[in-house]
């Protein structure tokens, strides 16, 4: 709380001196009330704990302002998100469900709360940003799939001044993760015992997105994790529209990631790619997709939080090493029927996975399946108000040692979102 009155005066104390037209006329302020309970229940025989459930309410807002007047503009933002626990304790693990900070005894906290500023610049179509970032690009991914959104801080460039073209960089060297209110050193992930979780001075990244025209856009990134990796993407997405009831999408991503510098995680060898096609008539959706991992290595991402890859999934990630994975999905939009209401089910198969520091040797599997149901008011006062019901059935051979443990989830989140 000392920090979201800190961050609090500082707004009062800038706010004065910045009080500018467009500093104010184009400023956005969005409160999201988020409900999120979390199941979670252990299907294999002898597993550390039968369960991992939490039920916690959170509070989180947002407010940007516009930019002052001038060559160059400055602004502000400001972010401050806060949890309460309704239900949870140690004894249903809920460390392992991610949802709020914990005590040293292993219960989960009664209430916390978080706060930042973003300090940002405009000249033209380049926008300079300083402080707390919530990036989403090919090579970094400030994760929002818990209570409160995963954060960055350092600097970030994004420039629109060449048509059809976005290109951005940026520095990050502290992580604020999604169940904590601390700053820390970037960790590399070692999920499945896949890498050794070392930390970082930091990542930097580079890239752009081209967009021939807006159904396809190209995109290419690079990012040093430093003293890990370097990473290289290439990615391409199309939707072809046949007529007003039939279009076909297309999004194919290659990631080829190196070890670099002093090689704190050891070797990184590998090529990750991904190719989807989904085929869109009416209210219908029907996707297929193929995963592709090669190298000596698994495909590496930061701790606490996900890749970028299109075919993702609640309770694994398919990025083990050598893993080959395909998987379907179907989407109904009842626009027609029920306006704002959504399903989605999909299944995916991994197979020929090697995990050496698990099962040396052998040939491993996984498998999930998924079903999720939306709905978002279209209209009356309760128009900011979503539903999301998910459900997920996971298995694999991966032994207890694994990070992914054979389990069947469900999820309810509840969001209502004012606009100010």
Request: charged residues 25%; proline residues 4%; contains cysteine.
């Amino acid at each position: 709380m000392k920090r979201f009155a800190l961050s609090a005066l500082c707004i009062a104390t800038i706010l004065p001196s910045l009080c500018f037209a467009d500093f104010v006329q184009d400023r956005s302020v969005t409160l999201t009330a988020r409900n999120f309970y979390l199941d979670r229940n252990f299907t294999e025989p002898g597993a550390a704990s039968p369960a991992a459930k939490q039920w916690v309410q959170g509070f989180i807002l947002n407010a940007k302002s516009g930019f002052t007047e001038g060559t160059v503009g400055f602004g502000v933002d400001l972010y401050a998100g806060t949890g309460i626990n309704l239900w949870g304790n140690k004894e249903y693990a809920p460390g392992v469900v991610g949802l709020s900070p914990l005590k040293d005894n292993g219960d989960p906290v009664d209430t916390w709360s978080e706060a930042s500023l973003t300090a940002k610049a405009k000249i033209s179509e380049t926008e300079v940003k300083v402080g707390t970032l919530q990036p989403l690009n090919p090579v970094i991914v400030g994760s929002p799939a818990r209570l409160l959104p995963q954060q960055y801080r350092g600097v970030a460039v994004e420039s629109k001044d060449v048509d059809n073209i976005k290109i951005e960089a940026g520095y990050v060297n502290r992580v604020n993760h999604r169940n904590s209110t601390d700053w820390e050193k970037i960790r590399l992930s070692g999920a499945n015992m896949k890498y050794k979780s070392v930390e970082t001075d930091g990542l930097y990244y580079v890239g752009g997105y081209y967009y021939l025209r807006p159904e396809t856009t190209f995109a290419l990134y690079t990012a040093n994790l430093v003293d890990v990796y370097d990473q290289y993407t290439f990615w391409v997405r199309n939707t072809h529209h046949f007529n007003e009831r039939v279009n076909v999408f297309t999004d194919f991503r290659y990631f080829r990631t190196v070890e670099s510098g002093a090689e704190l995680a050891g070797e990184v060898d590998s090529h990750h790619g991904n190719m989807v096609l989904a085929l869109g008539v009416d209210n219908h959706k029907f996707t297929t997709g193929y995963i592709h991992n090669s190298g000596d290595t698994g495909f590496p991402y930061l701790s606490g939080g996900e890749a970028n890859t299109y075919i993702d999934a609640w309770a694994t990630d398919f990025l083990n090493p050598n893993e080959k994975a395909w998987s379907v999905r179907y989407d109904y939009d009842f626009k027609n029927q029920i306006p704002g209401l959504k399903l989605m089910t999909r299944y995916t198969k991994g197979t020929d996975i090697k995990l050496e520091n698990l099962k040396p040797g052998e040939v491993l599997n996984e498998r999930k399946y998924g079903v999720e149901l939306s709905y978002q008011l279209q209209s009356t006062k309760l128009k900011g108000l979503f539903i999301r019901l998910r459900h997920e059935d996971y298995k694999n051979d991966f032994g207890p040692k694994a990070t992914f443990q054979p389990a069947k989830e469900q999820r309810v989140n509840i969001d209502y979102t004012w606009k100010f």
